[in-house]
């Protein structure tokens, strides 16, 4: 049987916990930069295939060269939001048991009832 962590242990996983989530937000917000700049980059160079289109469309033959250009940086993203959604879970996981430890529950607001009325106004309950 395991011993259950300290209130203390419990604060210090969740300021730890946070402080990973933060660097994995802050590591996504940079490789997206990165991939925007390879995007600006190729398109400088190789013109784009629509001009007033914003998007890369994955099924266009026309932006494959773009695609394979920046393939290896998208795959780095792509790796990079998997971390920053597992260190958020892990966050969110540790708040949980601290606030389990505390004793502190988060309750659903109750809903609004609904009141029907008819075209005149009249309340139909």
């Known amino acids: ?31 997206r930069k990165l991939l925007n700049n390879e995007y600006q980059q190729y398109f400088a160079a190789h ?4 001009p007033n289109f914003r998007r890369i469309n994955p099924d266009d033959p026309a932006y494959m060269p773009v695609i394979n250009f920046t393939n290896q940086t998208y795959e780095q993203l792509q790796k990079a939001k998997q971390a920053k959604g597992s260190a958020k879970r892990r966050m969110e996981n540790a ?24 075209a005149s106004g009249e309340t139909l309950q």
């Open 95 to 118: 708040v949980r048991a601290l606030m389990a430890y505390r004793g502190e529950v988060i309750e659903a607001p109750r809903l609004a009832p609904v009141r029907r009325a008819n």
């Open 1 to 31: 049987m395991s011993k259950k962590p300290s209130h203390q242990q419990l604060v210090e996983r969740v300021a730890a916990l946070t402080v990973d989530w933060y660097r994995a937000q802050a590591l996504v917000r940079d490789v």
């Open 47 to 50: 013109g784009e295939p629509e």
